[in-house]
């Protein structure tokens, strides 16, 4: 039994003997899925921080319009938050993406709703 499967290779020969399905999915790309919208979160990060310091998605996801989020980034942009390599994959994304592409827009009472009932019941 194999306990370490990173260690596991195969010929590509090999592979495709045992798996001809899988092996040509692989090679031609036939099953694949577009991910939109994922961000990574760092594993020390409490939910006071997002209140403390959005981050210029927290901005743009408030944005009702793709021309409001351009406004939010061009600003982020200008005061030295992101960077301008950062600030133009944010626009190509928003340009060929769309703006829900970063998330549901976050409505007024969003962190209310969110953050509240944490917090009072951590309190008490």
């Known amino acids: 039994m194999v306990e370490d499967f990173h260690s596991l290779s195969f010929d590509k020969e090999v592979f495709r003997e045992l798996f001809p399905n899988l092996a040509r999915e692989l090679e031609e790309d ?28 927290s901005f743009i996801r408030r944005a009702e319009t793709e021309e409001q989020a351009l406004e939010v980034i061009d600003f982020m942009e200008r005061r ?34 969110r953050y509240y009932k944490k917090t009072s019941q951590e309190t008490t």
């Open 80 to 113: 030295g938050e992101i960077s301008r390599e950062y600030a133009n994959k944010l626009r190509e994304q928003l340009r060929t993406k769309g703006l829900r592409s970063f998330g549901p827009k976050k409505e007024p009472g969003y962190y209310f709703k």
């Open 30 to 57: 036939i099953y694949s899925v577009e991910l939109h919208g994922v961000r990574g979160k760092p594993v020390d990060e409490t939910p006071i921080d997002e209140l403390r310091y959005p981050d210029v998605i």
